[in-house]
Antibody
């Protein structure tokens, strides 16, 4: 079955860049939208953005100045970079697959999630 | 688009029928999903397109609604259903917001 696995540092210093990779197994990364979600402790999930296998991206407007997503189809991976982090970026970060998407909507929901990785921003 | 959920929490007994409401600040057609999340785990997709049950999800879960008002119903609540439930709208590009969540716990 399709599995996603997040990887990256668990601790990032303030003002530095948070970098995470999501490795997809059991399915090709091609022809799908892939997303990043984060969830601060005790709060609801927050949409960070999505990337299509061609490299087309959509970002949360509140994060767009600091976020970059990319895809590596040869490795079946996609990645997240979040620049100039602060303590407010401390959260569990999830990658997930979005189903049945057009350029504007995704009516199929997020059907496969990684287990999540905890990222703490602290000096 | 903002999503509100009600109630924010509820207590119920095994066997009860539970209804959770999600309201969008503007119309989102049927582009709404429901998720279940248990502590320490990722959210799990239950319902997509407002009323379509994801394969493998028990039929006691059902969703309805379109436009701005949506409901998730759990019939005959089971012990494994005690969790937090989130709605998510996937209509308003580029931001697919989540609701604040409804925690269902044991009475």
């Amino acid at each position: 079955q399709v599995q996603l696995q997040e990887s990256g540092p668990g601790l990032v210093k303030p003002s530095e860049t948070l970098s995470l990779i999501c490795t997809v197994s059991g399915a090709s990364i091609s022809s799908h939208y892939w997303t990043w979600i984060r969830q601060p402790a005790g709060k609801a999930p927050e949409w960070i953005g999505r990337i299509y296998s061609s490299g087309t991206t959509d970002y949360n407007p509140s994060l767009t100045s600091r976020v970059t997503m990319s895809v590596d189809t040869s490795k079946n991976q996609f990645s997240l970079n979040l620049r100039s982090v602060t303590a407010a970026d401390t959260a569990i970060y999830y990658c997930a697959r979005a189903r049945y998407c057009t350029s504007a909507t995704c009516f199929g929901g997020l059907d496969v999630w990684g287990q999540g990785t905890t990222v703490t921003v602290s000096s | 688009i903002q999503l509100t959920q009600s109630p924010s929490s509820l207590s119920a007994s095994v066997g009860d029928t539970v209804t959770i409401t999600c309201r969008a600040s503007q119309g989102i057609s049927s582009h709404l999903a429901w998720y279940q999340q248990k502590p320490g785990t990722a959210p799990k997709l239950l319902i997509y397109a407002a009323s379509s049950l994801k394969s493998g999800v028990p039929s006691r879960f059902s969703g309805s609604g379109s436009g701005t008002d949506f409901t998730l119903t759990i019939s005959s609540l089971q012990p494994e259903d005690f969790a937090t439930y989130y709605c998510q709208q996937l209509n308003s590009y580029p931001l697919f917001t989540f609701g604040p969540g409804t925690k269902v716990d044991i009475k």
